[in-house]
């Protein structure tokens, strides 16, 4: 298993940006498949972004394509997720999640490890 911390969560108003961070702790984090994913209170878990180990595949959910970025560096163990043009309707606690393996998923069941989540509030 590997232990997934987040930051970068906070208040910020409708259009504004967010960078959020997830540091990996483990030898092995360039050998992981990453993805971020967002829940909202009272809705389910939904996937937002996924980014393979070599960063040559990213998937995007429709509603953040555009707008927001994820990107790794596999020498710091951290990925990361660009928030761009941030919408009320982003507001969420955001998730960063392992795979334990290399390919890219937007599957939820696919990630063995979680981290405890950043929240990210959008004010209109």
């Known amino acids: 298993q590997v232990q997934l911390v987040e930051s970068g969560g906070g208040l910020v108003q409708a259009g504004g940006s967010l960078r959020l961070s997830c540091a990996a702790s483990?030898?092995?984090?360039?050998?992981?498949?990453m993805g971020w994913f967002r829940q909202a209170p009272g809705k389910e878990r939904e996937f937002v972004a996924a980014i393979s180990w070599g960063s040559t595949v990213t998937y995007y959910a429709d509603s953040v394509k555009g707008r927001f970025t994820i990107s790794r560096d596999n020498a710091k163990n951290t990925v990361y997720l660009q928030m761009n043009s941030l919408k009320p309707e982003d507001t969420a606690l955001y998730y960063c999640?392992?795979?334990?393996?290399?390919?890219?998923?937007?599957?939820?069941?696919?990630?063995?490890?979680w981290g405890q989540g950043t929240q990210v509030t959008v004010s209109s």
């Open positions: 999640a392992a795979r334990l393996t290399s390919g890219a998923s937007r599957r939820e069941t696919d990630f063995a490890s």
């Open positions: 483990g030898r092995t984090f360039s050998t992981y498949a």
